[in-house]
């Protein structure tokens, strides 16, 4: 494997194919295959069953046409033994398997297929090459049906009761995307029981399916047949008791996430506990940590969750592993080295072109092809090339022997955003000897492909258009170094809640000195206010354990009553001020962790506020604490869900609700077997294994009544009881509910962040939650560097979540604070004092305080930039009015140059025009371009 390359020769040669395991038609794999493009490592495999040479000792191409003689058929596998202190399982899961339901027809139908199956007949590097066909005459579908919870959410025929949580939401994506794959009319229908989009934004993407038109329909299909033209024929009932049949051209199962058996029996040959559901035993306050000591876990294997929630837990396992590891850190690390930078200055530009595919998110509207073609006919461009995905590993590597071999000294990709993928390719131009700003990114992608989806012609010419101008400019960069400065290993954590304390002490456990700052008097935050969590933990133990744990710390310095004031400086140089009433203090710290939480909302509607037996969940958790007595003299109680959440002005999900009340519905029931207990719902989001708490409250006698936005429930005051009116979906009539006690499942809403989000340059999004630099990529780091975030601050969700986005904070601040010195970036402003004024205009306009005035010398009064404050924004450059300062890597030329290569005037665009102004502008051009 260590002498593949992937260049793909083997497959080529190879004539064999493997099994058709899942469905007739996607099968389009060779024997010889690598398992998807962005595959790291990227190698080719074999598999055994289907290899001629193995089955049958015939063929043998592929060892005879590779090129590195990477081809071994007598290749065994290893044991190999590792001394390590710390063990981090993220082994993952298996999707569902619905040959195991015979009412489906999995197996027999081939326009049947699975979620996992969709995915890849979307994606460019899939069977279909991104396009969606019906079998047999690969017809585009016009009407497509998304089944969800096939192999979730059922005891009974495929013995996973849990919800796998994920598969809502990549039901309206899958329905969202096959809208702009196919082309004329299409129908996208999901055929659901309760929608849980749940998470951050995720019900503003329902409400947006719902708005272009995907159809979502409340019930089950239980039997499919096939007509002989392969057409789908569906029986289902609707919510008002008709039964319709339906015919659909592909039908897409939402499978659901479970462990392997061989996972599982190898997790309990290790000693470690796993659930009923088979999934590793984890507790909400120690989320990552197994039932045996030094061994963490994190992804589906502990539970099934979605990319964001995995990539938190993955940082959170590290973090808990880090804090065993702490006193051996950096004992056995290696720096990298990179070979010697090349003196490009004097060297005519040479550019290299890289356009990229991005599967279908640019190659299924850009002509990427004749973007490329285009690219070779402009000045000073010496290689052009095009990629399927030119972020994979393979084009990294493919691209660092092109700069060698064709001697290229400036780089154009034209791909996505830099703002997620800038930093691989200048990390590829390191590994090849250029400098790392001789790159220029023309982002293709959003500006182009996304912007003008339906316009496919028009996305070719301004994709030709962008890297024109990033050609242009390429030519003229100049290799930047970065300033260095050294990191004030400590940090502050803001929020005392149970996320702030848990940051803190990830911090403090690795050896860092960390500032706690709290603007209540105590420790805890809303935890205060509740009695257990999902599964039964007691949170005033395990809250009041922690508190003690954060105050006795040596490592940790609490302030309560306490808020910050104000703050400067960058990553791995804040100077924050805090004010304890009157009194302020100056913290140094590398790291800042926002932990500052959010809280209940106080409904306006429903009799709150003007009837005690109205209660919000968190006053139900303090009355129950307080004395549970009067669960057992309460004949009745009604829950209503999402009071404050899922409307206009608060389009979010509040994520914690469902699970609460049906939690409180069954204390109910213990307490007092015969109370009469309703929820009043919209969907039922107990998501994840909170599902099994659902059906014992539907055991117990809960009754469910499903109500929608438009039809609310009518709340009144009698006078020995409240009167609750709902319509039941079921029965189809209204129902007047007497209830003794009203329970409201009210919003979670931010705290007012405006504050914070100016001093710390953080961006709100909506709704006023921090937003984290990328969903996926970097779900706890904020767009200021060295900030990160965590908890409620975020987005609603439970303790547990908290937690682990608390520990994956200070695993991302440790990455930072464990560094005595760090590189800051090249892209900075510069003065030539020669030309300043002394205007003061930068000065007092700069949002990082980096100008200021010289103090002494031949300069002195004229404005200079420090160059660790400076952030590369530009603000000072277009505000200096004597044109005295500069932006490296954007100075006046460069820009000069994109805007003459847009060739904005046109000969006749511009009407008639003075000679003398075009020849004028002919000399800026011409100036521009020579300036180098």
Not at 363 to 377: C, F, H, L, N, R
Not at 623 to 632: E, G, H
Not at 724 to 752: F, Q
């Amino acid at each position: 494997m260590d002498k593949c390359i992937a260049c793909g020769e083997c497959t080529k040669k190879c004539p064999g194919k493997t099994p058709d395991e899942f469905n007739e038609g996607l099968d389009k794999r060779k024997a010889i295959y690598v398992p998807y493009p962005q595959a790291v490592p990227l190698k080719y495999v074999i598999d055994p069953s289907r290899c001629l040479k193995l089955t049958k000792d015939k063929c043998g191409a592929c060892e005879k046409i590779c090129p590195t003689g990477a081809i071994n058929y007598d290749d065994k596998e290893e044991i190999i033994t590792l001394n390590v202190g710390s063990v981090i399982m993220a082994a993952g899961f298996k999707p569902f398997d619905p040959s195991k339901l015979d009412n489906y027809h999995y197996s027999k139908f081939p326009n049947v297929v699975t979620s996992i199956e969709f995915e890849r007949i979307l994606s460019a590097g899939g069977p279909t090459f991104g396009h969606i066909e019906c079998y047999p005459d690969k017809s585009e579908p016009k009407k497509v049906a998304w089944l969800q919870c096939v192999g979730s959410r059922d005891n009974n025929k495929c013995d996973n009761p849990y919800c796998s949580s994920v598969c809502c939401m990549y039901a309206v994506k899958e329905a969202m995307m096959s809208k702009d794959h196919i082309s004329g009319e299409f129908e996208a229908s999901i055929f659901l029981m309760d929608m849980r989009t749940y998470g951050k934004d995720f019900e503003k993407y329902y409400e947006r399916a719902k708005d272009e038109g995907v159809r979502f329909v409340r019930s089950r299909i239980h039997t499919i047949t096939e007509d002989e033209n392969h057409k789908l024929d569906c029986i289902y009932v609707t919510e008002d008791g008709k039964n319709v049949q339906e015919t659909f051209d592909m039908i897409v199962l939402s499978v659901g996430m479970e462990t392997p058996d061989d996972l599982a029996r190898a997790v309990k040959d290790m000693g470690i506990e796993l659930n009923s559901n088979n999934f590793v035993a984890t507790s909400s306050f120690s989320p990552v940590e197994t039932s045996r000591k030094g061994i963490f876990v994190c992804g589906a294997l502990q539970e099934p969750k979605d990319i964001p929630m995995a990539v938190m837990e993955a940082s959170a396992a590290a973090c808990d592993a880090g804090t065993s590891l702490s006193v051996s850190r950096g004992t056995l690390t290696h720096t990298r080295e990179y070979p010697a930078e090349s003196d490009v200055i004097n060297q005519d530009p040479k550019v290299g072109v890289f356009v990229c595919n991005c599967g279908t998110n640019i190659g299924g509207i850009v002509d990427v092809p004749s973007v490329a073609a285009y690219a070779k006919t402009l000045p000073n461009v010496a290689y052009v090339e095009e990629n399927l995905f030119t972020c994979s590993q393979d084009t990294q590597d493919k691209m660092k022997k092109v700069i060698a071999e064709n001697n290229l000294n400036r780089i154009v990709i034209a791909a996505c955003t830099p703002r997620t993928h800038e930093a691989l390719f200048q990390e590829t131009l390191r590994d090849s000897g250029l400098n790392k700003y001789l790159i220029e990114m023309a982002n293709i992608r959003n500006q182009c492909s996304w912007v003008h989806s339906k316009e496919p012609k028009l996305a070719t010419e301004k994709s030709k258009d962008l890297v024109r101008i990033a050609v242009a400019k390429a030519a003229l960069m100049r290799p930047l170094s970065q300033p260095s400065v050294n990191v004030v290993q400590k940090g502050l954590v803001i929020g005392g809640g149970v996320t702030g304390i848990t940051a803190a002490l990830g911090l403090a456990k690795q050896g860092f000195f960390t500032t706690l700052v709290e603007k209540n008097d105590v420790l805890g935050g809303n935890a205060l206010h509740l009695n257990h969590t999902w599964n039964g933990e007691s949170v005033a133990q395990n809250v009041k354990a922690l508190v003690q744990e954060v105050e006795d710390h040596p490592l940790i310095e609490v302030f309560t009553n306490t808020i910050v004031s104000s703050t400067s400086g960058f990553i791995g140089n804040f100077k924050t001020v805090i004010a304890t009433g009157s009194k302020e203090q100056v913290i140094n710290h590398g790291a800042v962790i926002v932990a500052t939480g959010a809280k209940e909302s106080k409904p306006d509607e429903y009799l709150y506020g003007e009837d005690e037996r109205v209660l919000t969940h968190l006053e139900l958790d303090r009355a129950i604490a307080k004395d549970n007595a009067f669960v057992k003299n309460t004949d009745t109680a009604v829950f209503i869900q999402c009071v404050g959440s899922r409307q206009p002005e608060r389009l979010y999900c509040s994520k914690v609700c469902c699970t609460h009340s049906v939690k409180s519905a069954l204390k109910f029931k213990e307490l007092n077997p015969d109370m009469k207990v309703y929820v009043i719902y919209r969907d039922i989001r107990t998501y994840g294994q909170r599902e099994e708490l659902y059906r014992q409250a539907r055991d117990k006698g809960v009754i469910f009544i499903r109500y929608s936005y438009e039809n609310k429930p009518i709340v009144q005051k009698q006078d020995d009881c409240i009167s609750v009116k709902v319509k039941d979906h079921v029965l189809g009539m209204d129902l007047d509910i007497s209830t003794d006690l009203l329970i409201l499942a009210s919003a979670i809403v931010p705290e007012d962040n405006r504050t914070l989000a100016r001093m710390f340059k953080l961006s709100l999004n909506d709704d006023n939650f921090f937003m984290e630099a990328h969903a996926k990529l970097k779900p706890v780091d904020c767009a200021t560097d060295g900030v990160f975030l965590c908890g409620l601050a975020h987005a609603p969700k439970p303790i547990d979540e908290s937690i682990s986005q608390a520990m994956a904070a200070a695993t991302r601040a440790v990455t930072l604070l464990a560094k005595k010195k760090m590189n800051m970036d090249g892209t900075i402003a510069w003065v030539d004092q020669e030309k300043c004024s002394s205007c003061g205009v930068c000065v007092s306009i700069c949002p990082f305080s980096a100008p200021s005035f010289t103090t002494e010398g031949r300069y002195e009064g004229k404005a200079e930039i420090n160059p660790v404050l400076c952030k590369g924004c530009g603000l000072c450059v277009a505000s200096c009015r004597s044109g005295a300062i500069h932006l490296k890597g954007f100075d006046t030329h460069q820009i000069f140059a994109q805007i003459f290569a847009l060739d904005e005037i046109e000969s006749g665009d511009a009407g008639q025009t003075d000679d003398k102004n075009e020849t004028g502008k002919e000399d800026e051009k011409n100036a521009a371009t020579a300036a180098v």
